[in-house]
């Protein structure tokens, strides 16, 4: 991204792209240390330990976890985190049923077409995976419009 395109891009998009990589790059790190001390307590993608629980928060979206629901399986207003159980189809939280999309494939694919919100939308649902609908995309920005 270019100095022109970042002072561009809406605030939700790079502080969330930064929360992505972040959030990445401490699952692997934890993931590798708990192989290599034979951890059951590793982070990882697809244990419960390793998910965040993000929520509306008085229509603030300075951070957002829509780029976090295109890598994981965790869908956010389905359950809970670490034995933390909240109101299960709760509007305040994601419907996330996205799954898949790698930080390589959103950087190359989807950010250099998103500036906001709604480019971003656009974006996924022209560079979708195989298993993600339009309905997927328009559920999971639900949340944010």
Request: aromatic share 16%.
């Amino acid at each position: 991204m270019g100095n022109n395109q970042f002072w561009q891009t809406s605030k939700v998009i790079y502080e969330s792209w930064a929360q992505v990589v972040e959030w990445a790059l401490t699952n692997d790190e934890y993931h590798k240390l708990g192989i290599q001390y034979n951890s059951i307590t590793a982070l990882d993608y697809n244990h419960e330990a390793g998910k965040q629980t993000w929520r509306r928060n008085q229509n603030n979206w300075e951070y957002s976890p829509v780029f976090i629901d295109m890598i994981d399986d965790f869908n956010q207003r389905n359950g809970g985190i670490n034995g933390i159980i909240w109101q299960q189809g709760s509007l305040d939280y994601p419907n996330d049923r996205i799954t898949g999309y790698t930080l390589s494939y959103i950087n190359f694919n989807i950010l250099c077409n998103s500036y906001g919100l709604s480019s971003l939308h656009e974006a996924i649902k022209n560079h979708k995976l195989s298993g993600v609908t339009d309905n997927d995309v328009d559920e999971l920005f639900s949340l944010y419009w």
